[in-house]
Nanobody, 115 residues
Framework: QVQLVESGGGLVQPGGSLRLSCAAS????????VSWYRQAPGKERELVATVTAAGSTNSADSVKGRFTISRDNAKNTVSLQMNSLKPEDTAIYYC?????????WGQGTQVTVSS
């Protein structure tokens, strides 16, 4: 079983930055693809960015150039650096991974972008 814990959310003004972190027990994350998703009120959960076990990344068009996903295998964490935040980035952000035929989600961290 993989337990994921997100942290780093909060309230930030438009144009500001936040860094989210996804941590797991043990060293399992280093061999798995990990994604960040978000879900805004009244909307479906959407994929934000993915980092593969090999370190390749991709991100949604809506966040390209503003958000960067990265992994630190030594710390067994995956981070999402969010810059130039907009009110429409307000959502609960979740990290997700899959292993042994199962999908694992963290509990989510709230990001609110408002003046």
């Amino acid at each position: 079983q993989v337990q994921l814990v997100e942290s780093g959310g909060g309230l930030v003004q438009p144009g500001g930055s936040l860094r989210l972190s996804c941590a797991a027990s043990g060293s399992i994350l280093s061999i798995l693809n990990v994604s960040w998703y978000r879900q805004a009120p009244g909307k479906e959960r959407e994929l934000v960015a993915t980092v593969t076990a090999a370190g390749s990344t991709n991100s949604a068009d809506s966040v390209k150039g503003r958000f960067t996903i990265s992994r630190d295998n030594a710390k067994n964490t995956v981070s999402l650096q969010m810059n130039s935040l907009k009110p429409e980035d307000t959502a609960i952000y979740y990290c997700k991974t899959s292993a042994w035929g199962y999908t694992y989600w963290g509990q989510g961290t709230q990001v609110t972008v408002s003046s």
